[in-house]
C-alpha cells in the first residue's frame, strides 16, 4: 500500500498535512531525517505512516509512559499491532513481549530510552528486523533542550546495532543549536531536515499586566467558551485556583505529580471528556496529552522559560481554531524579576542558555526558517554580544517596558514583541 492508501485506510485522513508527505518519502529513501514540526503539527504520523509502508517493525524511543499508553492504544485501535514495555511490567512478561517483536507481526514497539540500558533488550533489538527507528521529543537527547534526558543518548546503541536503518528525530524544539547536537548526539548521516514555520496562526498570545491575577482569570474563562487549562507554578495554588474557580461555578479541577496515579488519571480523563471544564495544574501536566479543542491555556504564574511557554501555550487550538494563550502577570512577578537581575551577572552557561531561549524566541515571534535566523556558534555569539550587551538586553531597556516575557530565570524580553505572533486577525 502507498501512504496515502495507509492514511486512509488506517486513519481515515484524505490528505497529508504540510511537510508530513515530505518528511515520510525522506524516511522512505532511507535517510537519516530531523523533523521539526509545531506542537500538535502531527509528528506521529511521520514515523508511523513510512513504518506501515514498510516490512518490519519501528522501535519508538518516547520519554513518557502517558505518551507511550496514548499512541499504543491508539494504533491497536486502528487494527495496528503496537507494543511497549513500562516500568513495572515482570521479567517474564517483557521477555515474551520482546519475542513477539523478533517472530510476531508487530509493527511498533515503544521504548522509553532507559530501557536501552538493558543488555537484554539491546540484545533483542539486534534479532528484531527493525525498519525505522523514530526518536519523538528528540529535544531531550541535547543537554541544550529544556528537557535533557542522559539516556537519550543511549539511542546511538541501537544505530550500531542496526547501522543501516534510518532514524526519524522530531521535535517540536528547533534552535539551530539544538538541532545541530541532535544530529550529532544521533550519529546522522547525511540528515535530511525539515522545518516547518512555528507561528500558530490560531493561536492568539496576550501578555495582560493586572494585580489581581484571580479575578482576571475568572474574566477569561467566563468571555473565554470552550475547555481550558491553567497553569500554576506549584502544587498548593493548584487545588487553591480549583477551588476558587468552582467558587465562581465553574467545573474546575487540578493535577499535579503529588496526586494519586488513579486519580490523576481519571481527572485527566474528566478533562479530555469535558465534565471538567477547566484544569488547573502544574507542569507536570500536559507533555502529550492531545486535546484539540483546548480554548485558552492561562498562566497565573511566569512560565518557567520562554520555551516552557511555547509548548504550554501551544496546547490550545490543536484543531485548528481560535485559541489564546493568556499570561498573567502582576508588579510583584516583574519585581522579582527585576531582583533576580539585579543580582546577577551572566556567567558563560547563562549565555548558552540565553543563546538557546533567544533562538527559540526569534524562530517564535517570526516562524522557523523566515526573518531571523541563527547560525551562529556560541563563539561568535558571545563576540557579536558580548557579556555586556547581553546584560544591556536584558536589562533596563527592556525593563523600562510594561509586560515581560521571561527567557530564562533572569532573562526576559518585553511582552509587546510577543503580541505580534500568530495575532493575524
Ligand atoms: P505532535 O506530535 O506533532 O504534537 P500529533 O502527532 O499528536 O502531533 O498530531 C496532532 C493531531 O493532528 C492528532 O489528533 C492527529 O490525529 C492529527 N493529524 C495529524 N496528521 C493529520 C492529517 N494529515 N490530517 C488530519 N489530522 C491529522
Ligand atoms: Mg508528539
Not at 518490519?56 to 499504543?72: E, H, N, T
Not at 501578555?207 to 470552550?226: A, C, F, Q, S
Not at 487550538?317 to 531582583?339: F, I
Not at 554580544?385 to 510594561?402: H, Q, S, Y
Request: aromatic content about 10%; some cysteine.
Amino acid at each position: 500500500m502507498s501512504e496515502a492508501e495507509i492514511l486512509k485506510r488506517y486513519w481515515g485522513f484524505d490528505s497529508f498535512r504540510p511537510s508530513q508527505d515530505e518528511i515520510i518519502a525522506s524516511v522512505l529513501n532511507g535517510n537519516d531525517t530531523l523533523a521539526l514540526l509545531p506542537t500538535g503539527g502531527g509528528k506521529s504520523l511521520c514515523f508511523q505512516v513510512p513504518a506501515m509502508v514498510m516490512d518490519g517493525i519501528c522501535i519508538v524511543i518516547s520519554p513518557l509512559v502517558a505518551l507511550m499508553k496514548d499512541q499504543v492504544e491508539g494504533l491497536k485501535e486502528k487494527g495496528i499491532n503496537a507494543v511497549a514495555i513500562y516500568a513495572g511490567m515482570g521479567k517474564r512478561e517483557i521477555d515474551i513481549l520482546l519475542d513477539n517483536c523478533i517472530y510476531g507481526n508487530i509493527k511498533f514497539l515503544y521504548l522509553s530510552p532507559e530501557r536501552l540500558l538493558s543488555e537484554l533488550v539491546r540484545e533483542r533489538i539486534s534479532y528484531m528486523n527493525v525498519n525505522l527507528i523514530a526518536v519523538d521529543e528528540a529535544h531531550c537527547v541535547s543537554q541544550w533542550g529544556y528537557d535533557f534526558r542522559p539516556p537519550y543518548l543511549l539511542v546511538s546503541a541501537i544505530r550500531e546495532i542496526h547501522p543501516e536503518v534510518p532514524v526519524l528525530a522530531l521535535t517540536a524544539t528547533a534552535t539551530q543549536f539544538v538541532r545541530n547536537d541532535i544530529a550529532e548526539k544521533l550519529a546522522f548521516k547525511n540528515a535530511k531536515v525539515f522545518v516547518q514555520s512555528f507561528a500558530r496562526k490560531n493561536l492568539s498570545y496576550v501578555v495582560l499586566n493586572d494585580e489581581d491575577k484571580h479575578r482576571k482569570l475568572i474574566d477569561i474563562v467566563k468571555n473565554v467558551k470552550g475547555s481550558g487549562l491553567v497553569y500554576v507554578r506549584n502544587r498548593r495554588e493548584t487545588s487553591e485556583i480549583a477551588l476558587f474557580l468552582k467558587r465562581n461555578g465553574i467545573a474546575a479541577d487540578f493535577y499535579h505529580a503529588g496526586v494519586e496515579k488513579d486519580d490523576r488519571f481519571k481527572r485527566q480523563e474528566d478533562w479530555k471528556r469535558n465534565v471538567t471544564r477547566v484544569m488547573v495544574a502544574t507542569n507536570a501536566f500536559g507533555m502529550g496529552i492531545d486535546k484539540p479543542d483546548v480554548r485558552f491555556v492561562v498562566h497565573l504564574d511566569l512560565p518557567e522559560s520562554l520555551e516552557a511557554y511555547y509548548q504550554e501555550a501551544g496546547r490550545a487550538g490543536r484543531d485548528g481554531k481560535r485559541s489564546y494563550g493568556v499570561l498573567l502577570s502582576n508588579k510583584s512577578d516583574q519585581m522579582a524579576l527585576e531582583v533576580k537581575y539585579a543580582n546577577s551577572f551572566p556567567t558563560l552557561d547563562e549565555i548558552k542558555k540565553i543563546y538557546h531561549y533567544l533562538g527559540n524566541y526569534f524562530q517564535l515571534a517570526f516562524g522557523a526558517g523566515e526573518g531571523l535566523s541563527f547560525n551562529f556558534d556560541i563563539a561568535d555569539f558571545c563576540k557579536r554580544f558580548n557579556i555586556g550587551v547581553i546584560k544591556t538586553i536584558a536589562g533596563l531597556k527592556f525593563l523600562e517596558r510594561d509586560g515581560y516575557i521571561v527567557l530564562s530565570e533572569n532573562i526576559f524580553l518585553p511582552s509587546r514583541v510577543l503580541f505580534t505572533v500568530g495575532n493575524e486577525d
